[in-house]
Each structure stands twice: as structure tokens, then as C-alpha cells.
């Protein structure tokens, strides 16, 4: 429907109130426009759509991944949003990461917590609805912008502009798009998964993260000590999400089985077996086992049969069994042809190095049985990209037979080598990961977990040491105000972007003349207008 057809359905249902003379078709489609999305469910099924959409195309090309960035707070995510668009001209295939790291790390009601689900379940489905806030008062504050505009081409006289204006109102582009969120091991049993996964999508989250370590011994996916759970424990919780998805009727939602088997070698449970060769009895097959003498059984020992044969799992005081030595990579392909064999739609494969060689590998194995299979990947803060990337052109030209004396592996990450070609080459390597690793490791969506809490931190770190310092108030000028002017940073004009301008169009909508308004000629603000 066009800005002029909403118009006149606006004006049909005014005029068959006779008492509402004082309401304008116009500004009901106005308000209306700037506010399409009235629930949260209306969110998640419309950027289901949009995911769905870009999986079928980075199945026909690789070269359309898809990208995101993690972050805590909706105005970040809303300036980030703000800055694609200005920069890109569109927010196609460029979504919003919400990392459990971050909420434990930021917003919990505890203070700073590590990534152990000790955070209030409740402050994840918060955030997903106040980035969502900012989203859509960032598209109320640009199409606000627009109208004020279109008013001015009327009030001169101008129709050709005022139509171009009319088109560019009909063809917007919102700033709403598709959020990846987090739900760490689902925060209890099944049940606890599914009610919570509810919370999710009716704050408007299209797409649950859910990973197959222990909920009550979860760890950060980068950290030592993680614990994973049986096949069947993680599907169940798979399904959970799965029905939570089709019970508020977001049937297209997405989900991303994430499991930690590569850096995991402890588990809590041996899987039950039915018969030989099912997934409890493989899960079983990579427990760390002796053979016993049944006449020299311990007391207490916890033993299984495999082949005929007693065997006892080496368990840890802490009454965990660990895995074999070496095979987080043959769990981790299992893990993920049973995820996907069972209702999850993308994998997450937490390594410990941006390697596409290492995730490639993996990525084929599981190709072999799941033809599409693609993966979300962490382009993880964690990892020194700089050291990681030097010592990879190290390897690859150390074994093409070139000289390298000049360098030592276990110091490049030294400034004393920024300026040589090995250093050029790993540089470019890391520019070009996510589209090497899309074409060549099955990666259809690229994310960086934790960015905006390390820029929140660079930032306010430069800011502190200028103004603090001899530079006073020059710190903030040139460093921050100045820049915001030269580089274009709509915020510069920080009370049109906390909603001044929308509040002073309502005002006017309401009152008519009578409105007493902010935006007048004594507003500090118009200082930046030029």
C-alpha cells in the first residue's frame, strides 16, 4: 500500500467518526508507518523470512554470506544499523548478534559475571526487545525526517521532489533486522528451554543459538572445563525450541545447534543404549576406557560393556567422565550431522583458531551426510588474529621451502614485524577470511561476538586520557565532537536521535498550533546544522 492509499484508509475510518474532526488522515499514516511492527511476533516472523531467504541464496552462491556484530546495549545496536545504512545504502544480509557473554558481562542484575548462565534468564529476552526498541525508533526518527522534508517541497511548491519524496517513503527500508540470540545451554532442563525460548521470540527473535554443553556447568566456548551432554539431551532441547517456534507461529524460525565438542573433553552422563550402533552406544565409544577383570572390580566403579568386554570409564573426582585424547573433531562432526538430522537449521563449531583449513575439513565430513549444511562461525575476540594469521604464513611458507630465518614464530606478534611482508600477507589473509571461509568452510553467516564491548573500552580508555590530561576539553573536541561533524555521526545532534524531533511532530499532531515545541530557533542543536 502506498503512502497515498494509507492516507485515504486513514481518512475512511476518521470520517465515519464524526467526533474525531481534530485527527488527521495523514498523520495517522504517518505514525502508523513509523511504527509497522507491533509486536514482537510481528518481528520474528518477518526477519524468519529474511533468514530463510539468505540461506537459500548463500546455497546458490557463497558468496552471499551474511554478517554480524555483537551487541549489549540497543543503542549500539541502533547505531550500528544507523551506519549500514549510511555507508551501504542497505541493511541487506546484516544482522545483530546477542552474545550471553555480553548480557552476563553487562546487563546482569549481579554486576559483571563470567559466561557460566549465571545471569538472570529474563535479561536476555530483555535486551532482544529493547534492541528492537531502538530499531524501530531509528526508522520513526529517519521516515520523521522525511515527512519534514516533504512538507517543505509542498510548502515550496516543488511537486517533482514531493513525489520523489512520496517514492522514497514507500520503498524504506527499516532498520529491523534479523537477530541471532543466545540462549546458552537453554537454562535447565527442556522444559526451562522451551519456556524461555518463548520469551525469545515474543521479545522478536527470529533465530536461538542453543549449544550442547551441561546447563549447570556451562563455560565460555573459549574457556577450559566445558562438559557436553548425550546426543538425546540436546535434541530434546532442539525440539523445545522447535515447538516453542511453532506454537507462537513463527514455523520459519531458525535455529543454531552450537557444540563445544572440539575443546570439550569431559562429560557428565554415559548416554543410554538401546542396541549396538545407536548414538548413545557412539556417544559411549569415545569415553576414555580400560578393560577390567571382573574378579578385580573396585568399589564403586562405574563400568559398561563394549564387545564383550567389561570396561571401566576414567572418571575425575568431580564425578565427570572424560573422552579419549584426540577426538573432538570426530564428536564434533557427530554432534552436528545428529543436530541437523533432528530439526536444527545452521551449526556453530566453537574452535579455538580461525583456521579454514580446520573448520573446512570438518565442514566436508559433515557434507558428506548433510549435502547443505552450513555453519554460523565466531569470529571470535578471543583469538590473537594478528599472532594466529602470522604463524599460519609462517607454517604454509616455511613448508613451500622459503627462507624464513628472519622471523621467530613464537614472537610475531612483535611490532618489530608490522612492516614486513610476512606481516602484509597475514594481514590480507585476515581481511579476506569471511569470504574465504564462506566459499571454502561452508560459513553462511559471520559474526564477532564481542566487538562493541572492546570499542566501548578502547574508546572511553582515549577519551579518559585526553580529558583527564593536558588536553582538557580539547580531548573531547578533536577526538570525539569534531570527528562526529567531519565524519557525518547522526547522533552528533544527540537530541534528534534520543527522539526530540518525534516528539515535537506529535506535539503538533495533538495541540496543532498550541504546541509548544523544542525545535525552535534558540535549540542548541541547530549549531550543527551546517
Known sequence: MTYQQKIIEAGRTIGTEPNWTGIEPESVARMRLQNRFNTGLDIARYTARIMREDMAAYDADPANYTQSLGCWHGFIGQQKMISIKKHFGSTKRRYLYLSGWMVAALRSEFGPLPDQSMHEKTSVPALIEELY???????????????RELDKARDAGDEMEARRLEAAIDNYETHVVPIIADIDAGFGNAEATYLLAKKFIEAGACCIQI??????????????????????????????????????????GVIVARTDSLGAGLTKQIAFVREAGDIGDQY?????????????LG???????????????????????????????????????????????????????PHIGQIGGMVS???????????VYN??????????????????WSAAGRDVSAYDRAKLMSVDYDGTDLAAEADERIRTFQKDAAREAGIFHHLITLPTYHTAALSTDNLAKEYFGEAGMLGYVKGVQRQEIRQGIACVKHQNMAGSDIGDDHKEYFAGEAALKAGGEHNTMNQFAA
Not at 565430513?365 to 555453519?375: Q, S, T
Request: glycine residues 6%.
Open 299 to 353: 568399589h564403586g566403579d562405574v563400568l559398561i560393556s563394549r564387545d564383550g568386554k567389561l570396561m571401566r570409564p576414567k572418571r575425575l573426582a568431580s564425578n565427570l567422565y572424560q573422552f579419549r585424547p584426540g577426538t573432538g573433531e570426530d564428536r564434533c562432526v557427530l554432534d552436528c550431522i545428529q543436530s541437523l538430522q533432528n530439526g536444527a537449521d545452521l551449526l556453530w563449531i566453537e574452535t579455538e583458531k
Open 133 to 147: 526498541t531502538f530499531l524501530k525508533q531509528a526508522d520513526a526518527r529517519e521516515l520523521g525526517m522525511m515527512f
Open 379 to 396: 569470529n571470535s575476540p578471543s583469538f590473537n588474529w594478528t599472532l594466529n594469521f602470522r604463524q599460519q604464513v609462517f607454517d604454509a
Open 211 to 252: 549449544e550442547n554443553q551441561v546447563s549447570d556447568e556451562k563455560q565460555c566456548g573459549h574457556q577450559d572445563g566445558k562438559v557436553t551432554v548425550p546426543h538425546e539431551d540436546f535434541i530434546a532441547k532442539i525440539r523445545a525450541v522447535r515447538y516453542a517456534f511453532m506454537e507462537l507461529g513463527v514455523d520459519d
Open 284 to 296: 559411549n565409544a569415545f569415553l576414555d576406557c580400560e578393560e577390567v577383570d571382573a574378579a578385580k
Open 365 to 375: 565430513r559433515i557434507r558428506e551426510v548433510i549435502p547443505n549444511a552450513k555453519l
